[in-house]
Protein backbone atom coordinates (compact mmCIF):
# COMPACT_ATOMS: atom_id res chain seq x y z
CA UNK A 1 0.00 0.00 0.00
CA UNK A 2 1.77 3.40 -1.05
CA UNK A 3 1.34 6.54 1.30
CA UNK A 4 -0.74 8.16 -0.81
CA UNK A 5 -3.18 5.22 -0.49
CA UNK A 6 -2.97 5.09 3.63
CA UNK A 7 -3.11 8.68 3.87
CA UNK A 8 -6.80 8.69 2.04
CA UNK A 9 -7.24 5.88 4.32
CA UNK A 10 -6.47 7.73 7.53
CA UNK A 11 -8.32 10.48 6.63
CA UNK A 12 -11.58 8.29 5.86
CA UNK A 13 -11.29 6.80 9.06
CA UNK A 14 -10.73 10.37 11.22
CA UNK A 15 -14.41 11.61 9.14
CA UNK A 16 -15.83 8.44 9.74
CA UNK A 17 -15.22 8.76 13.87
CA UNK A 18 -18.05 11.05 14.52
CA UNK A 19 -18.93 11.43 18.14
CA UNK A 20 -21.32 9.70 20.35
CA UNK A 21 -23.48 12.49 22.50
CA UNK A 22 -25.02 10.42 25.71
CA UNK A 23 -27.37 11.61 28.78
CA UNK A 24 -31.01 11.20 27.75
CA UNK A 25 -33.18 8.50 29.85
CA UNK A 26 -35.36 6.35 27.74
CA UNK A 27 -33.51 7.56 24.70
CA UNK A 28 -33.76 10.72 22.00
CA UNK A 29 -36.69 11.52 20.67
CA UNK A 30 -36.07 15.05 19.01
CA UNK A 31 -33.30 16.84 17.08
CA UNK A 32 -32.54 20.03 15.35
CA UNK A 33 -29.61 21.78 14.01
CA UNK A 34 -29.29 25.32 15.11
CA UNK A 35 -28.21 27.73 12.09
CA UNK A 36 -24.21 27.19 11.73
CA UNK A 37 -23.99 31.05 11.05
CA UNK A 38 -25.73 32.54 14.29
CA UNK A 39 -24.94 28.95 16.66
CA UNK A 40 -22.06 27.21 15.01
CA UNK A 41 -21.51 23.19 16.44
CA UNK A 42 -24.19 22.70 18.14
CA UNK A 43 -27.24 20.36 18.14
CA UNK A 44 -30.51 20.59 20.27
CA UNK A 45 -31.75 17.33 21.65
CA UNK A 46 -35.32 16.16 23.17
CA UNK A 47 -35.65 12.94 25.01
CA UNK A 48 -38.06 10.65 26.63
CA UNK A 49 -37.16 11.82 29.94
CA UNK A 50 -38.67 15.09 29.16
CA UNK A 51 -35.67 17.01 28.95
CA UNK A 52 -34.01 18.91 26.05
CA UNK A 53 -30.25 19.99 25.72
CA UNK A 54 -28.19 21.90 23.79
CA UNK A 55 -24.92 20.17 23.02
CA UNK A 56 -21.53 21.65 22.07
CA UNK A 57 -19.57 19.84 18.80
CA UNK A 58 -16.50 21.42 20.08
CA UNK A 59 -14.67 20.38 23.42
CA UNK A 60 -16.38 19.33 26.06
CA UNK A 61 -18.11 21.64 28.67
CA UNK A 62 -17.92 21.28 32.13
CA UNK A 63 -20.56 22.81 34.59
CA UNK A 64 -23.52 21.53 33.33
CA UNK A 65 -26.44 23.88 34.21
CA UNK A 66 -30.30 23.49 33.86
CA UNK A 67 -32.22 26.61 33.24
CA UNK A 68 -32.98 27.03 36.44
CA UNK A 69 -29.49 27.38 36.96
CA UNK A 70 -28.49 24.52 39.66
CA UNK A 71 -26.00 21.58 38.41
CA UNK A 72 -26.93 18.75 39.70
CA UNK A 73 -24.42 15.95 40.84
CA UNK A 74 -26.76 13.63 38.48
CA UNK A 75 -26.21 15.91 35.41
CA UNK A 76 -22.59 15.78 35.92
CA UNK A 77 -22.06 12.19 36.07
CA UNK A 78 -23.52 12.07 32.47
CA UNK A 79 -20.94 14.05 31.55
CA UNK A 80 -20.75 14.63 27.46
CA UNK A 81 -20.89 18.05 25.59
CA UNK A 82 -24.33 19.35 27.06
CA UNK A 83 -23.90 23.02 27.34
CA UNK A 84 -26.87 23.39 29.42
CA UNK A 85 -30.37 21.47 30.26
CA UNK A 86 -34.19 22.76 29.58
CA UNK A 87 -36.82 21.68 32.11
CA UNK A 88 -40.24 22.20 31.92
CA UNK A 89 -41.45 19.28 29.61
CA UNK A 90 -44.13 16.74 32.16
CA UNK A 91 -43.53 14.02 28.89
CA UNK A 92 -41.63 13.10 26.46
CA UNK A 93 -40.21 15.31 23.61
CA UNK A 94 -41.69 14.76 20.31
CA UNK A 95 -40.68 17.91 18.34
CA UNK A 96 -38.04 20.80 18.36
CA UNK A 97 -36.98 23.56 16.44
CA UNK A 98 -34.78 26.32 16.58
CA UNK A 99 -35.32 30.04 15.61
CA UNK A 100 -32.88 31.11 12.40
CA UNK A 101 -31.50 33.80 14.83
CA UNK A 102 -30.09 30.51 16.63
CA UNK A 103 -31.21 32.12 20.50
CA UNK A 104 -35.02 30.98 20.53
CA UNK A 105 -35.84 27.42 20.75
CA UNK A 106 -39.90 25.72 20.12
CA UNK A 107 -40.22 22.43 21.22
CA UNK A 108 -43.56 19.80 21.82
CA UNK A 109 -44.45 16.80 23.28
CA UNK A 110 -46.74 14.57 24.97
CA UNK A 111 -47.61 17.08 27.83
CA UNK A 112 -49.87 18.35 24.93
CA UNK A 113 -47.90 21.62 25.51
CA UNK A 114 -45.69 23.83 23.19
CA UNK A 115 -42.97 26.44 25.15
CA UNK A 116 -40.63 29.03 23.97
CA UNK A 117 -37.28 29.24 25.14
CA UNK A 118 -34.48 31.92 24.95
CA UNK A 119 -31.45 30.20 24.58
CA UNK A 120 -29.64 33.69 24.92
CA UNK A 121 -30.79 33.96 28.70
CA UNK A 122 -29.47 30.47 29.77
CA UNK A 123 -32.91 28.38 28.63
CA UNK A 124 -35.46 30.37 30.29
CA UNK A 125 -39.19 29.85 29.41
CA UNK A 126 -40.59 32.41 27.41
CA UNK A 127 -44.49 31.32 27.50
CA UNK A 128 -46.20 27.99 27.13
CA UNK A 129 -49.03 27.45 24.53
CA UNK A 130 -51.75 25.52 25.08
CA UNK A 131 -54.58 24.36 23.24
CA UNK A 132 -54.22 20.72 21.19
CA UNK A 133 -56.21 17.85 23.22
CA UNK A 134 -53.17 15.29 21.98
CA UNK A 135 -49.37 15.10 21.66
CA UNK A 136 -48.06 17.85 19.76
CA UNK A 137 -45.97 15.91 17.12
CA UNK A 138 -44.73 18.96 14.50
CA UNK A 139 -44.13 22.22 14.95
CA UNK A 140 -43.25 25.28 12.18
CA UNK A 141 -42.55 28.67 13.19
CA UNK A 142 -43.64 31.34 10.12
CA UNK A 143 -42.56 34.79 10.46
CA UNK A 144 -40.70 36.41 14.01
CA UNK A 145 -44.26 35.34 16.31
CA UNK A 146 -46.63 33.11 14.59
CA UNK A 147 -46.14 29.58 15.57
CA UNK A 148 -47.97 26.44 13.47
CA UNK A 149 -47.99 23.29 15.09
CA UNK A 150 -49.59 19.91 14.32
CA UNK A 151 -50.92 17.05 17.11
CA UNK A 152 -52.41 13.95 17.61
CA UNK A 153 -55.70 15.82 17.52
CA UNK A 154 -55.80 15.63 14.18
CA UNK A 155 -55.58 19.81 13.95
CA UNK A 156 -52.78 22.17 13.34
CA UNK A 157 -52.88 25.24 15.45
CA UNK A 158 -52.13 28.79 14.41
CA UNK A 159 -50.56 30.82 17.58
CA UNK A 160 -48.99 34.32 18.18
CA UNK A 161 -47.00 34.01 21.00
CA UNK A 162 -47.62 38.18 21.61
CA UNK A 163 -51.53 37.78 22.17
CA UNK A 164 -52.57 34.81 23.36
CA UNK A 165 -51.56 31.17 24.58
CA UNK A 166 -54.17 29.76 23.22
CA UNK A 167 -54.71 29.40 19.29
CA UNK A 168 -55.77 31.99 16.90
CA UNK A 169 -56.69 29.56 14.59
CA UNK A 170 -57.74 25.68 14.73
CA UNK A 171 -57.16 24.17 10.90
CA UNK A 172 -59.47 20.65 11.12
CA UNK A 173 -59.40 18.89 7.95
CA UNK A 174 -57.46 15.48 8.43
CA UNK A 175 -59.08 12.06 10.13
CA UNK A 176 -56.01 11.16 11.28
CA UNK A 177 -52.78 12.45 13.65
CA UNK A 178 -51.04 14.87 12.17
CA UNK A 179 -47.27 13.61 10.88
CA UNK A 180 -45.63 16.77 9.26
CA UNK A 181 -46.22 20.46 8.94
CA UNK A 182 -44.71 22.04 5.95
CA UNK A 183 -44.47 26.65 6.14
CA UNK A 184 -42.65 28.81 3.94
CA UNK A 185 -40.51 31.86 3.88
CA UNK A 186 -41.97 34.91 5.80
CA UNK A 187 -43.02 36.34 2.90
CA UNK A 188 -44.68 32.98 1.64
CA UNK A 189 -48.24 32.75 2.88
CA UNK A 190 -48.51 28.57 2.58
CA UNK A 191 -49.38 26.24 5.07
CA UNK A 192 -49.10 22.67 3.97
CA UNK A 193 -50.19 19.50 6.45
CA UNK A 194 -49.99 15.69 6.01
CA UNK A 195 -51.92 13.53 7.98
CA UNK A 196 -51.31 9.35 8.79
CA UNK A 197 -54.16 8.65 6.71
CA UNK A 198 -52.21 9.76 3.85
CA UNK A 199 -54.11 13.44 3.03
CA UNK A 200 -52.70 16.79 2.82
CA UNK A 201 -53.90 20.28 3.00
CA UNK A 202 -52.69 23.49 1.64
CA UNK A 203 -53.91 26.31 3.80
CA UNK A 204 -53.15 30.08 2.93
CA UNK A 205 -52.66 32.77 5.71
CA UNK A 206 -54.58 35.62 3.90
CA UNK A 207 -57.60 33.90 3.56
CA UNK A 208 -58.38 32.06 6.88
CA UNK A 209 -60.15 35.22 9.18
CA UNK A 210 -62.27 35.26 5.85
CA UNK A 211 -63.42 31.80 5.59
CA UNK A 212 -66.96 31.28 5.69
CA UNK A 213 -67.78 28.34 6.99
CA UNK A 214 -65.24 28.97 10.11
CA UNK A 215 -66.37 29.35 13.60
CA UNK A 216 -65.27 29.86 17.40
CA UNK A 217 -63.40 26.90 18.79
CA UNK A 218 -65.75 26.70 21.83
CA UNK A 219 -65.00 22.80 22.09
CA UNK A 220 -61.68 23.55 22.52
CA UNK A 221 -61.72 26.06 24.65
CA UNK A 222 -59.85 28.06 22.93
CA UNK A 223 -60.82 32.02 21.48
CA UNK A 224 -59.97 31.97 18.03
CA UNK A 225 -61.51 29.97 15.16
CA UNK A 226 -62.09 26.47 13.70
CA UNK A 227 -61.32 26.43 9.85
CA UNK A 228 -62.46 23.16 8.19
CA UNK A 229 -61.94 23.98 4.27
CA UNK A 230 -58.43 24.23 2.91
CA UNK A 231 -57.39 26.14 -0.10
CA UNK A 232 -56.14 22.35 -1.76
CA UNK A 233 -57.27 19.26 -0.67
CA UNK A 234 -54.81 16.35 -1.88
CA UNK A 235 -53.66 12.67 -0.95
CA UNK A 236 -50.58 11.13 -0.83
CA UNK A 237 -52.60 7.44 -0.34
CA UNK A 238 -55.64 6.42 0.64
CA UNK A 239 -55.76 3.55 2.95
CA UNK A 240 -57.53 1.22 0.67
CA UNK A 241 -54.02 0.93 -1.87
CA UNK A 242 -51.83 0.28 1.06
CA UNK A 243 -51.54 -2.20 3.37
CA UNK A 244 -48.61 -0.31 5.09
CA UNK A 245 -50.53 3.30 6.36
CA UNK A 246 -48.07 5.13 8.26
CA UNK A 247 -46.15 8.69 7.99
CA UNK A 248 -45.92 10.97 5.28
CA UNK A 249 -43.22 13.87 5.30
CA UNK A 250 -43.17 16.89 3.55
CA UNK A 251 -40.19 19.15 1.94
CA UNK A 252 -40.19 21.86 -0.08
CA UNK A 253 -39.61 21.41 -4.08
CA UNK A 254 -36.04 21.44 -5.21
CA UNK A 255 -37.30 22.70 -8.86
CA UNK A 256 -39.66 25.37 -7.83
CA UNK A 257 -40.26 25.72 -4.24
CA UNK A 258 -42.61 29.09 -4.63
CA UNK A 259 -44.89 26.71 -6.51
CA UNK A 260 -44.62 23.38 -5.49
CA UNK A 261 -43.71 20.80 -2.50
CA UNK A 262 -43.27 17.11 -1.90
CA UNK A 263 -44.17 14.34 0.02
CA UNK A 264 -43.25 11.17 0.91
CA UNK A 265 -44.65 8.31 2.95
CA UNK A 266 -44.92 4.74 3.19
CA UNK A 267 -45.63 3.66 -0.32
CA UNK A 268 -42.29 4.77 -0.67
CA UNK A 269 -42.81 7.14 -3.50
CA UNK A 270 -41.90 10.63 -3.62
CA UNK A 271 -44.80 13.09 -5.14
CA UNK A 272 -44.31 16.12 -6.20
CA UNK A 273 -47.41 18.40 -5.95
CA UNK A 274 -48.64 21.96 -6.89
CA UNK A 275 -48.95 24.28 -3.76
CA UNK A 276 -52.38 26.47 -5.29
CA UNK A 277 -54.25 23.30 -7.35
CA UNK A 278 -53.37 20.33 -5.56
CA UNK A 279 -51.79 18.42 -9.12
CA UNK A 280 -49.71 15.92 -9.21
CA UNK A 281 -46.34 16.85 -11.15
CA UNK A 282 -44.42 14.24 -10.80
CA UNK A 283 -43.71 10.79 -9.32
CA UNK A 284 -40.65 9.01 -8.14
CA UNK A 285 -39.74 5.83 -6.36
CA UNK A 286 -37.33 6.04 -3.54
CA UNK A 287 -36.91 2.21 -3.08
CA UNK A 288 -37.10 1.73 -0.01
CA UNK A 289 -37.91 -1.76 1.79
CA UNK A 290 -39.30 -0.24 5.03
CA UNK A 291 -41.16 2.01 6.31
CA UNK A 292 -39.68 5.95 6.03
CA UNK A 293 -37.92 7.46 9.13
CA UNK A 294 -37.02 11.40 7.53
CA UNK A 295 -37.25 13.35 4.67
CA UNK A 296 -35.36 16.54 4.72
CA UNK A 297 -33.81 19.24 2.01
CA UNK A 298 -30.51 19.94 1.00
CA UNK A 299 -29.38 23.71 1.13
CA UNK A 300 -26.08 25.58 -0.29
CA UNK A 301 -27.20 28.17 2.64
CA UNK A 302 -27.14 27.10 6.24
CA UNK A 303 -29.33 30.23 7.39
CA UNK A 304 -32.55 28.53 8.69
CA UNK A 305 -34.48 25.75 6.82
CA UNK A 306 -37.12 27.95 5.22
CA UNK A 307 -34.44 29.14 2.44
CA UNK A 308 -35.94 28.32 -0.60
CA UNK A 309 -32.69 27.55 -2.40
CA UNK A 310 -33.11 23.71 -1.88
CA UNK A 311 -30.76 21.59 -4.11
CA UNK A 312 -31.97 18.01 -3.34
CA UNK A 313 -33.47 15.79 -0.65
CA UNK A 314 -32.44 13.33 1.75
CA UNK A 315 -34.53 10.35 2.79
CA UNK A 316 -33.84 7.04 5.58
CA UNK A 317 -35.17 4.71 6.35
CA UNK A 318 -36.17 1.74 9.00
CA UNK A 319 -34.57 -0.36 6.58
CA UNK A 320 -31.02 0.81 7.74
CA UNK A 321 -30.55 3.06 4.25
CA UNK A 322 -30.38 7.05 3.46
CA UNK A 323 -30.67 8.24 0.21
CA UNK A 324 -30.02 11.82 -1.57
CA UNK A 325 -31.43 13.13 -4.96
CA UNK A 326 -29.78 16.52 -5.80
CA UNK A 327 -30.76 18.53 -8.73
CA UNK A 328 -28.02 17.73 -11.86
CA UNK A 329 -27.47 21.63 -12.26
CA UNK A 330 -27.08 22.55 -8.59
Same mark, same amino acid.
Not at 68 to 73: C, I, P, V
Not at 80 to 95: E, F, K, Q, W, Y
Not at 247 to 253: E, G, H, N, P
Given at each position: M???????????????R?R???????????? /? +?????Y???? =????? &? *? %????? @????????????????????Q???G????????????????V?????????????A???????D???????????????????????????T?VS????????????????????T????????? /? +???G?????? =????? &? *? %????? @???R?????????????????????????A????????????????????????A??????????????E????????E????????????D?I???????????????????????G??????????
Open positions: DATTKSALTRLKFSLGALAGHRGGVTAI /D +VPSQIRPDS =IVTGG &A *D %GLLKL @WSLRSPVSGIRSNSGEATETRGRGDAMSVLTGHSGRIACKTAWHGDRLTSGGDRTIRVWLAAGGKCLNTLVGHMGWVTSLREWGSNIGSTDRTIALYDARVSKLPLFLRYHDAPIT /D +VLVSRTDPI =IISAS &A *D %GSMAT @WDFSLSQAADSEPTSSHGGSGVVIREPKPMSHYTLPETSRPGQVFLCRSTANETSFMSLGPDSIVRWDINTGRISEIAAGFSDVVSFPCNDSAVHQNDNRSKGYVMSSLDTIRMRRLANA
